[in-house]
């Protein structure tokens, strides 16, 4: 709705039909799972008792892909340069449980911030990771711009080709595709991304997409709470901030690495926590389902039968359980 109707009985459309103005109502109200208790959340997001876990680079215009625990925290960081991120998350024990970023997006807005989270598809549908510090809260701008979208999708090679009749050298879609491989997973489990640092929005009057170069500065991040074990892939954008529209060439100088930290708070801490936040509870699938698709939600065991079975080289696990590869 724009602004000059919000004050009128009637809205015109542009080949002159009149409707009647009714109220905008949201589909979902802010149900009690949207949200989080923030002081549960802030304390485990602080915990003086926190450990670092690991704490790798994603290099510039590459992907990496890499667990992160029930309870953990994962935290991307800008640490050379304004840069955008695309991520995919699944359930580490069961990839055809993946982010929806849909649903995320109708449950929570088009761009995330603190206290968001990041829900998974069908049969499924429960929160993923919760997000805890975002840094930049950007809010919404003058243009109607946010940043953390999921609204956006991965840079591609496909659309890339049929726009502008060359192929990419490299892409978002690829970066993940190669990052997962290690894990079994194929180009067909590349999902909708979480768009992390990416400065987005709709057109007021015409509602097309837009970019704007990302605010995010060094320093700057978003780190979130993995609600079970999960998978994470992140790739650092060819595209850079995204301040050069796509299809236009990218010089490396304005291309950057991304910082991730895996961080461990407390036991203690997570036990208050998870205590509120049990998404474990699997809800009881339809009875037309396939039985495969609708596969119960394992957690935590299994995690060398899952790999070992299907990844194309063996990953190696650090004493904390996350696992680390291509570095
Ligand atoms: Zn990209």
Known sequence: MNGDSAHHAYHVGPKGRVFKRRPALPCYDSPPQTRVPRDLLDAVSSDPDMQLVASFQVPRSDGRAFRVLKGQLCRFVVNEGSQVGDVNVWNLHNHKERFYSGKTRQLHASHLTAYDRLWSCMPFERPM???????????????????????????????????TGKSHGTTCHENITRAIKPFGLTERDVHDVFNIFMCTGFDPKSHTYFAKGSPAEVGDAIEMLAEF??????????????????????????????????????QATLQQYFAWSDPTTSLPSLPCADEQDAAPLVERDGLGAVLGAKGSEAPKRSDSGTLLLGQ
Do not use: N
């Open 129 to 163: 990771a919760t997000i805890t510090v975002d840094t930049i809260a950007y809010g919404w701008d003058e243009d109607g711009a946010g940043v953390h979208d999921v609204i956006g999708t991965r840079c591609d090679p496909y659309i890339h080709e049929r726009l």
């Open 229 to 266: 074990d999960l998978l994470v892939a992140l790739s650092s954008c060819p595209q850079g901030d995204v301040s050069i529209p796509c299809g236009q060439p990218v010089p490396d100088s304005v291309t950057f690495p991304l910082l991730v930290e895996i961080r461990q708070p407390s």
